[in-house]
Every structure is written in structure tokens, then in C-alpha cells.
């Protein structure tokens, strides 16, 4: 398994932007697919973006699509999530995830959370109106 850890959470005003980050505790992330999910209490995990750290490729969920935008710095072991025009609807706590994904089966299962066995704590994101 590997250990993360993020930050970045916080309370921003609508428009406002934020940048959440996760520290992998891994050798390289070459071989990983990192992603972002979020979840409002009471309701499932939604997947936010994904990036395989080895080619760059990325995936985003429709709702966050042209607002933002993951990366990853290999040499830091980290994979951030910059997010811009936040609305209200933002509000969640955002995880970080990993896994072995193989790069022909991700674009199937880069949104499935139980593909990933590698979690992070969470951070609060809250975005008021």
C-alpha cells in the first residue's frame, strides 16, 4: 500500500480557486494512477480526475471539466489538483487515491473507487455563495 498525504482543503468563496496536493510515499509514481475523489456525507464517493503518473494521460468528470486541473511532479511524488471557478456544489471532502491501474484498462476504471486500495485522509473543501 502506499501512504498519502494531502492538503490544500479550505473555505473559498464562489470563483474563488484552490490548489490541493498529495504526497505519495512510493519510490516513483511511474507505475500508478493517482486520483481525486470527493464525497458530501451521506452520499458515494464521486470520482473528481485521475492522472497516470507515467505518460501524463488525464481524466476528468464532467462536472469539474475546464475548471480543473490535475498534475503530477514525479520528482516530489506528488500529484496536485488545481481547481478554479469553484461553485457551491464544490463543497466535499477530496481524497486522493492510487493504484496499479494497467494504462488499457484505465480509461474503463479511473473512476471506480473500488479499484483503488490506497487512500488518503481527506481534506475539507467548502465553498460559499
Known amino acids: 500500500q502506499v501512504q498519502l498525504v494531502e492538503s490544500g482543503g479550505g473555505l473559498v468563496q464562489a470563483g474563488g480557486s484552490l490548489l490541493l496536493s498529495c504526497k505519495a510515499s512510493?519510490?516513483?509514481?511511474?507505475?500508478?494512477?493517482i486520483a481525486w475523489f470527493r464525497q458530501i456525507p451521506g452520499k458515494d464517493r464521486e470520482a473528481v480526475s485521475c492522472?497516470?503518473?507515467?505518460?501524463?494521460?488525464?481524466w476528468y468528470s464532467n462536472s469539474v471539466k475546464g475548471r480543473f486541473t490535475i498534475s503530477s511532479d514525479n520528482a516530489k511524488h506528488t500529484v496536485a489538483l488545481q481547481m478554479n471557478s469553484l461553485k457551491p456544489e464544490d463543497t466535499a471532502i477530496y481524497y486522493c487515491?492510487?493504484?496499479?491501474?494497467?494504462?488499457?484498462?484505465?480509461?474503463?476504471?479511473?473512476?471506480?473507487?473500488?479499484?483503488?486500495?490506497?487512500w488518503g485522509q481527506g481534506t475539507q473543501v467548502t465553498v460559499s455563495s
Open positions: 487515491a492510487a493504484e496499479r491501474i494497467p494504462p488499457q484498462l484505465a480509461d474503463n476504471y479511473w473512476s471506480t473507487a473500488q479499484v483503488y486500495g490506497s
Open positions: 512510493v519510490f516513483t509514481l511511474d507505475s500508478y494512477a
Open positions: 492522472i497516470m503518473a507515467r505518460d501524463g494521460t488525464t
